[in-house]
């Protein structure tokens, strides 16, 4: 039973089967109309998901949609520090599928993100930003069109399990005092290092069921990817942090050479197999000064274990993998995340698949947005095995709330994503098919017509969802 919120008379709930939605025709969808720009996005998306299911369906589909609340909205139905009422999360439980607009985090104190909340609650895992480019869209970079990737953010651990402590506090002192005098002291790698004991103390966990469950879906999408796509990416900064983000790396290689070991090849694997296709005689000492730079100034214990490493290779996945069969694999590869930064400006096209931990994800998700016309068109979703929840990767945008100017792209490009996830196709393709035409005949919102050359009226807010609404015919 809801306390202030009544689920519509009609339609039905959407359930769950092995991972993947079971919709009917008529599926309940809770959704939220979030802070800020909200007000402004959620009414335009909603006018456009609706148009384009009417038509695509002709009455035999329908969503039933059902108003929850959180945020400000729910503060003020609810009462003060509402921000996240038991009947959103009863809502969104009972229904499985939900979509939201942006939702405010206060910086420094306050209350702590409800966006993060509803995804650890609900478990959803991998949040999933798709970053690829609308033909006409202005953008500062020369050869947008070359980006076309998605990206796999962890979404339950890293900073966003938020276990940190204040400077200053009785807690930020104890841990302070553990970790000088016990904990360090006791770890020979670490040194004479102590942590000042005027710092805040936070934790970045990174479990490997964590971060294997969501490298999984990474690798299940490639697999889905026309050929030439089919490439994950592990992204870390494992040089520095070695046992989180350089384990993130070694679980991803370890699931991609077991439970993937028929559909994926690694990068090394590739170098190491391809060597020998180009000369069948070649020795395994020749082999290893070919894959690793600097080999013959490694010492012999090492070489020995990169000796080994091709001489397993070969002896386990050469009737597999060999004689060109790994170019047909899903090709597993790692980079360090700031180099990933600085390549997807300059060599977009060699990444597909991107699989981060939070932080690394929350970055390089914005930074993919701008390269492809920035934050206005950038969707994601927030996917777990019995639930999922589509949103945005932008905020609240609060300068510009209210006054029905914001590119509600993202959001409707999310309810896309929302609509594929429920195999409804071919509504999902009218919507990208009337984005696309809206923006080749120039009717955009203020933040792409600004870029324009020669710069063109921006449409509002609701302007621009009827423009892509008329393209549908
Ligand atoms: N999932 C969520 O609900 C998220 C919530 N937040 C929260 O949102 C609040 C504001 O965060 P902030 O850092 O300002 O980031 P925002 O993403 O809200 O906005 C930053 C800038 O990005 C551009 N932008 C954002 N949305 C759009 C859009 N739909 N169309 C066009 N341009 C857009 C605008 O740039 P310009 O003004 O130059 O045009 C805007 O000023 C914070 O409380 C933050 O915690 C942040 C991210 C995600
Ligand atoms: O929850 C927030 O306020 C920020 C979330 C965020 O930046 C993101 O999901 O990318
Ligand atoms: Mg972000």
Redesign the pocket.
């Known amino acids: 039973m809801y306390e202030k919120i009544t689920p519509p008379d009609i339609g039905s709930r959407i359930t769950f089967k092995n991972g993947e939605p079971v919709v009917p025709d008529n599926p309940i969808i809770p959704f939220i109309r ?1 802070d ?2 909200g007000v402004d ?1 959620w009414p335009a998306s909603q006018m456009v998901i609706d148009t384009a299911v009417q038509t695509a369906y002709q009455g035999k589909r329908q969503i039933s949609w059902f108003k929850v609340y959180a945020g400000d909205e729910a503060c003020d139905i609810y009462g003060t520090y509402q921000y996240l009422p038991e009947d959103t999360l009863q809502a969104i439980k009972e229904y499985g599928v939900a979509i939201k607009g ?5 910086v420094g104190g306050g209350i702590r ?1 409800l ?1 993060v909340a509803l995804r650890q609650i609900n478990d959803l895992y991998a949040c999933v930003r798709p970053c690829r480019y609308y033909e006409g869209t202005p953008s500062p970079h020369k050869y947008p069109e070359k980006l076309d990737v998605i990206i796999y953010r962890e979404n339950t651990e890293d900073i966003y399990l938020g276990i940190e402590w204040r400077q200053g506090t009785e807690m930020a002192e104890r841990i302070i005092s553990l970790l000088n005098n016990e904990l360090i002291p006791a770890s020979p790698e670490h040194g004479k290092k102590q942590i000042r004991l005027d710092s805040g103390i936070g934790i970045k966990p990174i479990s490997k069921t964590g971060s294997q469950r969501l490298i999984r879906r990474a690798i299940r999408h490639a697999l889905r990817l026309p050929k030439n796509k089919q490439m994950v990416t592990l992204v870390h900064k494992g040089n520095i942090m070695k046992y989180t983000e350089g384990a993130f790396r070694d679980w991803g290689y370890e699931l991609a050479t077991t439970e993937f070991r028929n559909e994926c090849v690694t990068e090394r694997e590739s170098w190491i197999l391809s060597n020998k296709e180009v000369n069948p005689d070649i020795s395994i000492a020749e082999n290893a000064q070919m894959i690793e730079p600097g080999f013959n100034a490694l010492t012999a214990e090492k070489q020995a274990v990169i000796c080994q490493e091709i001489e397993k290779v070969l002896d386990s996945i050469w009737s597999t993998h060999g004689s060109d069969q790994w170019k047909d694999k899903v090709m597993v590869n790692d980079r360090i995340a700031d180099s990933v930064f600085q390549q997807i400006q300059t060599r977009p096209d060699e990444y597909s698949v991107l699989a981060t931990m939070n932080l690394n994800g929350d970055y390089v998700s914005d930074a993919a947005a701008a390269v492809v016309g ?3 068109m950038a969707p994601g979703a927030n996917i777990g095995d019995e639930c999922a929840i589509f ?10 709330a209210g006054l029905d100017r ?5 959001v409707i490009l999310s309810g896309v994503m929302m609509l594929e996830y429920l195999g409804w196709q071919e509504a999902a393709d009218l919507i990208k098919q009337g984005i696309s035409d809206a923006i080749a005949n120039r009717q955009v ?1 203020y ?1 792409l017509a600004r870029l324009m050359e020669p710069p063109v009226e921006p449409l509002k807010c609701s302007e621009f969802a009827e423009a892509i609404i008329k393209h549908f015919q």
């Open positions: 979030g800020g720009t996005i942006p939702l405010t985090t206060p993100s966006n920035g934050l206005g949103e945005a990767t932008h905020g609240t945008a609060p300068k510009h914001i590119n509600p792209g993202s919102t933040d």
